[in-house]
């Protein structure tokens, strides 16, 4: 098993009587949920368990899934909220120039000239483009994840250099 996981999905509620949940999908790979895809958990105050799907269903960024160790509503219930991780050793390679959510928050956002802006805390999904949002002691920045604006991403440094557009600081 990896030392590290990565979260790809969370259960957000039950649906019905018989085990089923609803769960958000934090991938861009739908057949991350395929039948027979194992999936560890980490309950509060517990060591990571595995779910394996039985089924499942997606329509945009969420979907019916229904894990063979959940049966009804009651254990459906006590899994709500819970992340839905795999190994680090199980992701897709993505293209040069391209990374995961994982990778992106928590680096620090520097301007061209040196300034620090603040860390990254959540990367906002939208139609035209991601939205990072770069947290600070004063304010919240969003900045728009385009060529325009981000000029460098560096994960070894753990830094990110964004242009300062006029308008958008």
């Known amino acids: 098993m990896a030392d590290e996981f990565i979260a790809v999905g969370k259960i957000v509620s039950v649906h019905g009587t018989k085990g ?3 769960v958000a999908s934090h991938t861009d790979f739908p057949e991350r949920f395929a039948k027979g895809q194992i ?28 894990f063979e160790e959940i049966n009804n509503r009651g254990e459906a219930n006590e899994i709500v909220e819970y992340w839905l991780e795999v190994p680090s050793n199980e992701t897709k390679k993505l293209p040069k ?23 990254i805390k959540e990367i906002i999904k939208t139609p035209a483009n991601d939205v990072y949002v770069i947290s600070n002691e004063q304010t919240e920045i969003l900045i728009p994840a385009i060529k325009e604006v981000i000029k460098k991403i560096d994960l070894k440094r753990k830094r990110m250099v964004v242009s300062r557009i006029p308008g958008l600081f």
């Not at 980490?42 to 019916?64: C, I, M, N, W």
């Open 20 to 22: 089923l949940t609803k």
């Open 39 to 66: 999936f560890y958990v980490y309950p509060p105050h517990g060591k990571y368990q595995t779910l394996k799907v039985e089924h499942a269903s997606f329509r945009g960024d969420f979907g019916l899934v229904k």
């Open 97 to 119: 120039g391209h990374f995961w959510i994982y990778q992106i928050i928590g680096l620090d956002v520097f301007t061209e000239e040196g300034e620090l802006l603040g860390i």
